[in-house]
């Protein structure tokens, strides 16, 4: 099984923005729930937010209103666009199908300093 690759983070100051981007190889992307989790050095990895198949989202509390997650079902696609960052959103960042119980993919690494 293939694992989802993460692009797109970075090294910003506080309040910048980026966003993130994963491809995935499942055959069946247009009907799985995609998420993004992120994992702080020393800490759990925590659900970000999360996108139906037929395009609602959740976000966790911290990440409402100042991150938006989308998808392109026709690129395996999924984006993070995460706004008015804080340097307790560093981490390292992973796309992943909720269904999903094979290899984590290498993540893309979110640097927000003060």
């Known amino acids: 099984q293939v694992p989802p690759v993460e692009s797109g983070g970075g090294l910003v100051q506080t309040g910048g923005s980026l966003r993130l981007s994963c491809t995935a190889s499942?055959?069946?992307?247009?009907?799985?729930?995609m998420a993004w989790y992120r994992q702080a050095p020393g800490k759990q990895r925590e659900l970000v937010a999360a996108i139906t198949s037929s395009g609602k989202a959740v976000y966790t509390d911290s990440m409402k209103g100042r991150s938006t997650i989308s998808k392109d079902n026709a690129k395996s696609a999924v984006y993070l666009q995460m706004n008015s960052l804080k340097p307790e959103d560093t981490a390292v960042y992973y796309c992943k199908a909720t269904t999903d119980f094979g290899p984590w993919g290498q993540g893309t690494q979110v640097t927000v300093s003060s």
């Open positions: 499942s055959s069946d992307f247009n009907t799985v729930t």
